[in-house]
């Protein structure tokens, strides 16, 4: 089934909220922490340093030979007033960048820390939950520091979050053409839509949680069946990284298809990080522009009218970065990206299931807009102190939750 797609239907504008202990507001000599980009995931000791400034909870590991440190982190520019949280690995010694390419006991570990987080936010009655990740994990070059996707590539980070209350979209605001591309109004949308539901069908059908799915030209949702929830899904770690394979394996031909990319040269450049910086040349060829094929011998490999559909829509936006154009071109995102999120909804202009969003153009986009939402996240704009505490207050009391199950599973072990 096709979905009429009406662009915005909300619209988020959150400010900065710092992590502070429970209770408390700015210090006197608080400073602004840096924001990580993707250059700045290349150095893994440093990165993780600068995210566990953030660290709201670990896990503990069975055994001292597991080197993986599975953490609850607080967000800086969250999508929610409420409560928005990280679960990633923040281990210095482990590239774990997409859930393909994340060893099975390890993402199993990620998913339990993600559903204890949704347990405790859905006992405090929210009206929707969200968990979600995007995807680029190849997509490093200039306009990638400053554009939407996966914020740090080489760490997978599912995003938690949740919505009380949103603000209806004024239709009679103007939305600036990056922002109504990655809402809907684009020729790529539709085609991709059916180009990722065509790639996991079988997945999905065989798993029995989902229903038949709505396509549309900001993302494919696949409603979840009746009684399912989204603990359902993300204790099955196996189906989301059976899923995020066959999408990778996807978007990898179509960026063979479109270019020169190595996919497979990049990671091997990339997993380097787990125990030394790059070189200098290291860098250059993750940055490098991709050299674009002609439309015509691009046509000529495509599989079927959807493959075409989309080559044809993102060819000149390839050609564009090839050339160099500026940003207010419209530019290719190298090597494609993505959007997954599940989602359980008690609002009305918001269903529940899982959808799936292609972002393969530079500029804004991720999770948030495959829910019709109009996010903009500012750069300096700072949390009044109230705002802080009631936040921050809102994490701690997640992380004591955490701390319960644990305790509970620890006393459990002793009986």
Not at 63 to 75: A, H, L, P, R, Y
Not at 166 to 194: C, H, M, Q, S, W
Not at 212 to 221: G, I, L
Request: glycine share 4%; with cysteine; proline share 5%.
């Amino acid at each position: 089934m096709e979905e009429k797609n009406n662009l915005a239907s909300f619209e988020i504008c959150c400010p900065l909220y710092p992590l502070f202990e429970r209770g408390c507001g700015y210090p006197r000599d608080f400073k602004l922490p840096p924001r990580m980009r993707p250059n700045d995931s290349l150095d893994l000791k440093e990165l993780t340093k600068v995210l566990k400034n953030s660290l709201l909870y670990a896990e503990e590991n069975e055994n001292k030979d597991q080197k993986e440190e599975i953490s609850v982190v607080s967000v800086l520019s969250p999508y929610s007033h409420d409560i928005h949280v990280m679960v990633m690995d923040l281990s210095p010694e482990l590239y774990l960048p997409s859930p393909e390419l994340i060893d099975d006991r390890i993402f199993e570990k990620i998913c339990k820390t993600v559903n204890k987080c949704i347990d405790h936010m859905r006992s405090k009655n929210y009206k929707c939950i969200c968990a979600g990740y995007n995807w680029s994990p190849y997509s490093f070059g200039k306009e990638e520091e400053i554009t939407g996707g996966q914020s740090i590539p080489t760490k997978f980070h599912f995003s938690l979050w949740t919505w009380d209350d949103l603000k209806k979209f004024d239709e009679t605001k103007e939305i600036k053409p990056k922002f109504r591309r990655v809402l809907g109004d684009n020729e790529y949308g539709l085609p991709f839509a059916r180009f990722f539901y065509d790639k996991i069908e079988d997945i999905i059908i065989s798993s029995n949680l989902f229903d038949e799915p709505v396509f549309s030209s900001s993302c494919v949702f696949i409603p979840f069946k009746a009684g399912v929830i989204i603990n359902d899904v993300i204790s099955n770690g196996k189906l989301i990284k059976k899923i995020a394979d066959a999408i990778a394996q996807n978007l990898k031909r179509l960026t063979e298809i479109l270019s020169d990319s190595n996919i497979d040269e990049m990671y091997k450049i990339l997993k380097n990080i787990e125990k030394r910086l790059l070189t200098e040349d290291e860098i250059a060829k993750l940055k490098k522009t991709p050299k674009i094929k002609p439309l015509n011998d691009c046509l000529k490999l495509c599989k079927n009218e959807n493959e075409k559909d989309i080559i044809k829509a993102l060819h000149q936006s390839a050609i564009n970065r090839e050339q160099e154009k500026t940003t207010d071109d419209v530019i290719w995102k190298k090597n494609f990206s993505y959007s997954l999120s599940f989602c359980e909804s008690k609002m009305p202009d918001i269903k529940t299931g899982m959808r799936i969003f292609s972002l393969p153009i530079c500029g804004p986009g991720g999770v948030v807009e495959s829910y019709k939402c109009l996010l903009t996240r500012p750069e300096s704009n700072m949390a009044t102190n109230e705002e802080v505490i009631y936040h921050n207050n809102l994490l701690w009391d997640l992380v004591d939750y955490l701390k319960a199950c644990k305790k509970s599973i620890n006393l459990n072990n002793i009986k």
